[in-house]
């Protein structure tokens, strides 16, 4: 039993173990010591792999045993031996019952001011009763403490397992009401907490409590980590990104990942290389942080002389000189051509809405995250207007590529029901053309200095978006390594008056790298407009031709296509109808 266990440790399953050696649904408790009592003595074993997986069992020990597989093993087997129909109809009742309750607790605690959200992981008042045990939480569904069914009495125990476990209409009917509660659930909370972004605070093993919760924002636990180790041996150790050093990334964003109890970009196979926690958990050191930074760094765009020069003369002091600059007539007044002077009278146009904003003193005032989209930061909108084919889409759409990504293994009904589609992450702006997405923005309406947690949390769901993105323009190019290393999608963070640009590439291995600008702002006095609007709206300008870079390159491919000799377009025309092989992956 050890050594079959021992073997089993790297995707071991505890419905595995009860099958293997016929524990019955009248033994559930003698079944879970052992597998305890089992873990714990590899856990004292001197192979180093074996000891870290075991003990990392252990800890998660009760959420493990009580997952929702290990619930439908013991169903399975309940179900098999003719339990009483009452009972089973009640626990479909109670499953749904639960859920619809969990739901509306979540709701109602979003709802919360922040002042009476759980805060220091001490809950102002607690959903269960007091006396109620953690363990006795995850036992609220478990089979044995259900009566026995009497009719079945006489038989053995492995008699009953070998009965026919999926002839029961009782648990076809709980098996679909368990799958479409949990799609209905992913599919209404499919808001942007996929992921959240540590810095300050470690989230790894060495945390002492389970429950953190930083101002009010909950913390992902539970990680399913079968997708990262998944990712992770897929990989091969040649193509992976080594150091100067001699340290490998994915080698040590999978050792930190394994390690940490509650969701990080790490687990993306992402890096921030001005994540603090990363130097902090002795992942990597600074110099190998400033290597991962500035390697194959792509430069930002440089603004034309006379462009430049023309923002430039916005540098004034009070309103009416700023007036009298949006005034002054240009040469380009009268020869205007939309391709060769629109970013002139976008600047000029950008300029006059913000003088709206200063005449009225709005600026100086408090204001929902709504306002500022609206009379501040839609000027960036405005600034993809000359690009073919292109439009800034606002909180009403959803991110195609994030879709694409939630709902990659959906397949149509069989076993069970088919999933219902998972829309995409929403975000307050996506850039794209037709259904290729290349930049997206988060907002909030008040800055709380860098490392606020509304500006983590929204610097957390940005770069997953912003992966997803990036990975639809690998396969827009072909999954060709050599153009994959020349790609990028950007991300703006909108704080109140604050504004941060990210941008996400892959210079090497299986790792995405994202960069960020420093803090820029709009002030709220005119005073500083020169030394700080202007930097801003240069910032924009710099993001829209990052974006019509990456068009034309990834369109460049159909481009060279045209290109092709007739041969070639004679063939590829053949060959267009056929069923295409695999695609090579890259990690995801």
């Known amino acids: 039993m050890l050594t079959w266990v021992r073997n089993q440790l790297k995707d071991l399953k505890p419905e595995d173990f009860y099958e293997k050696f016929n ?15 089992l873990l714990t003595s590899i856990a004292k074993e001197r192979n180093s792999f074996n000891r870290r997986r075991a003990k990392y069992l252990l800890d998660s020990f009760e959420s493990w ?13 309940e179900a098999s031996l003719g339990r ?25 605690e979003r709802a919360l001011p922040p002042s009476k959200r759980i805060k220091n992981n001490k809950p102002e008042q607690q959903i269960y009763p007091p006396e109620t045990s953690r363990k006795a939480r995850h036992r609220i569904f478990n089979i044995s403490a259900l009566p026995t069914n009497q009719d079945h009495g006489n038989e053995s125990d492995d008699e009953n397992i070998k009965r ?24 209404l909370s499919d808001s942007d907490s996929d992921y959240v972004y540590s810095s300050e605070s470690s989230s790894c093993a060495s945390s002492d409590n389970n429950d953190t919760v930083v101002d009010g924002s909950e913390l992902k636990m539970n990680i399913d980590l079968s997708e990262f180790k998944k990712k992770y041996s897929k990989m091969n150790d040649s193509d992976k990104w080594t150091l100067s050093t001699g340290k490998i990334v994915e080698d040590a964003l999978y050792n930190f990942g394994i390690k940490c109890r509650h969701e990080h970009l790490c687990h993306s196979f992402v890096i921030d290389p001005n994540d603090k926690i990363y130097v902090d958990e002795e992942v990597f050191t600074e110099s190998e942080l400033d290597e991962i930074r500035t390697y194959k760094i792509k430069p930002m765009p440089l603004m034309p002389q006379d462009l430049l020069t023309y923002l430039n003369s916005f540098r004034v002091f009070d309103i009416s000189d700023l007036r009298n600059a949006i005034l002054k007539p ?15 009278d976008w600047i000029r146009n950008t300029m006059y809405n913000l003088l709206h904003e200063y005449e009225a003193e709005n600026l100086e005032r408090n204001h929902l995250e709504l306002w500022f989209l609206i009379h501040i930061w839609s000027f960036i909108d405005r600034g993809f207007g000359n690009i073919d084919g292109v439009e800034a889409t606002r909180s009403e759409s959803s991110s195609l590529a994030s879709s694409n990504r939630k709902n990659r293994n959906r397949t149509v009904s069989a076993i069970v029901s088919m999933k219902r589609k998972i829309m995409g992450r929403r975000g307050d702006l996506i850039i794209r053309k037709v259904s290729t997405e290349y930049g997206c923005s988060e907002a909030g309406k008040s800055f709380n200095g860098d490392n606020g947690t509304k500006l983590l949390y929204e610097r957390g769901i940005k770069t997953p978006k912003m992966k997803d993105m990036f990975y639809s323009l690998c396969v827009a190019v072909g999954m060709e390594e050599n153009k994959i290393r020349k790609l990028q999608s950007i991300g703006f963070i909108h704080a109140g008056l604050m504004i941060l640009l990210l941008r996400l590439d892959s210079p090497a291995g299986y790792t995405c790298r994202v960069l960020r600008t420093k803090m820029l702002e709009i002030p709220s006095q005119i005073t500083q407009f020169g030394s700080k609007a202007l930097p801003v709206i240069m910032l924009a300008w710099k993001a829209k031709m990052i974006v019509r870079d990456m068009i034309e390159f990834v369109e460049q491919k159909q481009y060279m296509e045209d290109k092709e000799n007739l041969g070639d377009q ?5 060959n267009s109808c056929e069923l295409s092989p695999p695609r090579k992956k890259i990690d995801q």
């Open 23 to 37: 524990y019955s649904h009248n033994s559930r408790n003698v079944a879970e010591k052992k597998l305890q009592e």
């Open 65 to 77: 045993i009580n997952s929702t597989s290990c619930e439908l093993y013991w169903l399975n087997v």
């Open 84 to 108: 009483l129909t009452h009972e089973v109809t009640g626990r479909i009742s109670a499953y749904k019952t639960i859920k619809n309750f969990t739901r509306k607790i979540n709701v109602e």
């Open 164 to 187: 026919q476990r999926s002839d029961s209409p009782l648990h076809v009917e709980f098996v679909k009401e368990m799958y479409e509660a949990d799609e209905t659930e992913d599919y």
């Open 330 to 344: 240009q040469q380009w007044d009268s020869t205007y051509n939309r391709q060769t002077h629109f970013d002139h």
């Open 570 to 574: 004679l063939q590829n025309l053949q």
